[in-house]
């Protein structure tokens, strides 16, 4: 669904999905009140306790503004709970060794760096228990900050302050009064329950970061990766929270990482084999935190695309809050990580890279822009953010401290978490060129040619360099959301070195036109069923390195995409100008959910079709959580700012479909995965395939065709025929002889339940079979309009 749109912020002239449409329309954020973090901190140092009154300067458009509110210290404490000493450079972030805990930051432009040291107790009160200044000759080697404390870490917390210029327009943004996080924190604490409040109301209550500990050892249980080859994974995109959140699951502990515990056989029993989180990093879902007259509540960041931190996991996603200073939900992810290894699927993880929570230059600063801004981001050369990531600010991708960031920050959820892999959200900007491009500080030597500046895309991105030949990270799935909202649009070109994959978002696109009825679709039709070779086999790649989905978490759901023209989008309060208004969706002839009878058999029929071309065609399926039974939101087709029924699988619902829709995803998963021929590991060729048209061997490829069908050998089933019936019309097709052999039916989408497949179970099934006797005697099928059949080819009964 990626059409050109522009807008004078964004220089976007491309091809976007839903949740960028969302974006553009309104690219920057502002922080609320409410959101400012309080500042007014009392420092305790040993068993004394001082109060003094600093400066703290922040950007308000542009200008700064002075506001008297935090405490400093004037002089080094000398500890009274810890045994400080130098430390070491390496590596980064908190580390428990010899004893002790090693604390290391990289800010290459700061001119003094503090340890703050906070009790839990404390951090709620917004006090600093004690704060370590570190001395520039002892405590800092190159442009690492260091120092090794011994001592009684329990329900202790950490941050950083820094000070050096304050200076926007050069990029920098250093405020010796701000408490930061730590890039490298493998927690982050701030509080515990999702969607709750801080104290005073405050969204951005202050955060602080978790202290590792000598005694955390989780029992993998010999887990080991699955390694699954790609070509033969059913991935399965779904949100945490909203997964299990429904009333209607009936687990322990909703809307968490046990809640999908609870619930993964379930998964099996669809067939799935991969499951694909949206956001897990740690994230404030109070961001958005505002009142919505629409649905009288308030609406979040629900969905998670605004990283605070890419080492945590989602704090308030584990039943255990903040308990343990985040030790549990770091457990409680890893077992959602064994548990799902146990059953045979593999987990991959939605990353956001391309840009953090910090927004522009009104945003908060709570990490990387106190630490080192001009580092971090992309910056224009007035210190201006730059927005192809339409959420204010991009991550600095290239730049050499950043891309060894981003790569350690995948080696720790791949070693230390056990994670099968990575989708990068709007990946192109990971392949732009960083702020102060220069070909001779990223590859040692200048380019002939080479008259990129920042952010031009490159041909060899250096982190997709670095990513696709680590040793730990190329073993893992790699999928990139290939296009980015400054018009970066690289599906079927994303720099690959043969490993990484793409959201294949033309065939979402064709699928939908064509299954719809959209004529001078057929041709296109057919290459997305063959794995889109016309994308990726040019350039060395394979089948599998398309994702193909239909629907994703942006944008309409399956039943909606059916059943609505438009979008129906008021209850985000944005008087429905938020969202894609190019869905490429048909409602079958009446819109919304009140409709006649015939209307809603058609809409089941289309359902069908979809899933059936999924799981038909070459390349890596890929479904939404809540489409295996027809989930509606409503025609909403930008649910980011919702926690509520909208975005929470509707168990009840599910249950009420496992007669139907649901048992037919099931039966489908199932045969395509005793097949050979439907997950090939090369495109297939006339060898194997043929196309035929409605008379065997004849395909038409007319601007005026709504009819496709292919036969498949295969060496389980024998041979398959498939044909897909897009028009208005009903036909009769003739089936492609073999002598000895008679085609039978199988799958018919036009079909209601339980003969839309005929599985063995099916009652009276040899009756149904006969049905067909008389058109099969004479090699024909009948098929209705907007319908799509699978046959199998039998031996003959007397040959």
């Known amino acids: 669904m990626e059409f050109a749109q522009c807008t004078s912020r964004l220089l976007c002239a491309g091809k976007l999905s839903p949740r960028e449409a969302r974006r553009i329309t309104n690219p920057t954020r502002t922080v609320p009140k409410q959101q400012k973090t309080a500042l007014k901190l009392e420092t305790r140092v040993g068993n004394s306790r001082r109060s003094l009154v600093g400066v703290n300067a922040r950007a308000s458009g542009g200008a700064a503004e002075a506001e008297t509110s935090t405490a400093v210290v004037t002089e080094k404490p000398e500890s009274g709970r810890f045994r400080v000493s130098q430390g070491y450079p390496t590596p980064f972030g908190a580390t428990a060794r010899d004893g002790g805990v090693n604390f290391a930051i990289y800010s290459g432009n700061a001119v003094s760096a503090v340890l703050c040291l906070i009790s839990l107790s404390d951090l709620q009160d917004n006090k600093v228990t004690e704060q370590i200044s570190l001395d520039p000759l002892t405590n800092k080697t190159g442009d690492v900050w260091h120092v090794f404390l011994k001592g009684d870490f329990k329900d202790m917390l950490y941050g950083y302050k820094f000070d050096g210029i304050f200076s926007p327009e050069e990029g920098h943004y250093y405020n010796s009064s701000r408490i930061l996080l730590d890039p490298y924190a493998k927690a982050v604490i701030s509080r515990g329950e999702f969607g709750a409040l801080g104290p005073d109301g405050n969204c951005w209550p202050q955060m602080a970061c978790m202290v590792p500990s000598f005694v955390d050892e989780f029992d993998w249980e010999g887990d080991l990766p699955l390694k699954y080859p790609q070509r033969d994974l059913f991935i399965y995109e779904m949100h945490v929270r909203g997964f299990t959140r429904h009333e209607s699951s009936r687990t322990k502990f909703p809307g968490t990482y046990l809640g999908v515990v609870e619930k993964l056989d379930y998964l099996k029993e669809l067939g799935v084999n991969c499951i694909e989180l949206m956001p897990c990093h740690e994230f404030n879902e109070l961001e958005y935190f505002s009142y919505n007259s629409v649905l009288g509540d308030h609406k979040v960041n629900f969905w998670g695309y605004s990283t605070v931190n890419y080492f945590s996991p989602m704090i308030r996603y584990s039943s255990g809050g903040m308990h ?185 696109d064709t699928v939908r036109q064509f299954i719809k009825g959209t004529d001078a679709f057929s041709g296109a039709f057919a290459e997305c069923l063959c794995g889109s070779p016309n994308l990726y086999q040019g350039g060395g790649r394979k089948p599998w ?255």
């Open 324 to 508: 343990n200073c985040g030790h549990d939900a770091i457990n409680e992810f890893k077992l959602l990580i064994r548990e799902a290894h146990k059953r045979g699927i593999e987990v991959v993880m939605d990353v956001v890279f391309n840009h953090t929570a910090e927004g522009n230059e009104k945003g908060p600063i709570l990490s990387f822009r106190g630490v080192d801004n001009s580092v971090f981001y992309m910056l224009a050369p007035k210190g201006e953010f730059y927005n192809y990531s339409g959420c204010g600010n991009t991550f600095n991708c290239n730049n050499p401290v950043v891309r060894q960031f981003i790569v350690d920050s995948l080696r720790y959820w791949v070693t230390e978490m056990h994670v099968d892999g990575f989708r990068f959200d709007l990946a192109s900007i990971m392949t732009r060129g960083s702020s102060l491009w220069n070909a001779v500080n990223v590859y040692g030597k200048p380019i002939e040619g080479d008259l990129l500046t920042t952010g031009s895309p490159l041909s060899s991105p250096p982190l997709i360099d670095m990513i696709s030949n680590d040793p730990i990270l190329r073993g893992v799935k790699l999928i990139a959301e290939a296009w980015d909202t400054g018009g970066l649009y690289q599906v079927g070109m994303f720099p690959h070195w043969g490993i990484w994959s793409e959201w294949n978002g033309k065939y979402r």
């Open 545 to 799: 390195n398309s994702i193909n989905f239909v629907c994703a978490h942006d944008g309409f759901t399956l039943a909606d995409l059916v059943t609505y023209n438009g979008k129906h989008n008021l209850a985000n309060g944005e008087d429905n100008n938020d969202g894609e208004n190019h869905n490429n969706s048909w409602n079958c002839g009446q819109e919304g959910e009140f409709v006649s009878l015939s209307v809603k058999k058609l809409r089941k029929r289309q359902m069908r079709n979809f899933f059936l071309c999924l799981m038909v065609s070459q390349g890596v399926p890929m479904i939404h959580m809540g489409d295996e039974y027809g989930h509606t939101k409503g025609g909403n087709n930008n649910t980011y700012c919702h926690d509520n029924y909208l975005n929470y699988f509707q168990w009840d619902k599910r249950e009420e479909s496992s007669s139907d829709y649901f048992r037919f995803c099931c039966l489908m998963t199932k045969f395509r995965k005793e097949c050979e021929s439907l997950g090939l590991n090369d495109f297939p060729t006339a060898e194997r395939l043929q196309w035929h048209g409605h008379a065997p061997g004849m395909p038409d490829w007319s601007e005026t065709s709504r009819f496709v069908a292919f036969t498949l050998i295969d060496s389980v089933k024998g041979e398959i025929y498939v044909a897909f019936n897009s028009s208005h019309l009903p036909v009769t097709i003739t089936l492609p002889e073999r002598p000895g052999f008679r085609w039978e039916p199988l799958v018919d989408t036009s079909k209601q339940t339980p003969y839309d497949f005929l599985s063995g179970d099916v009652p009276e099934r040899n009756t149904a079979v006969k049905q067909y006797a008389h058109f099969l005697d004479a090699n024909q099928y009948p098929m209705l309009s907007y319908s799509s059949i699978l046959l199998l080819l039998s031996p003959e009964e007397n040959a």
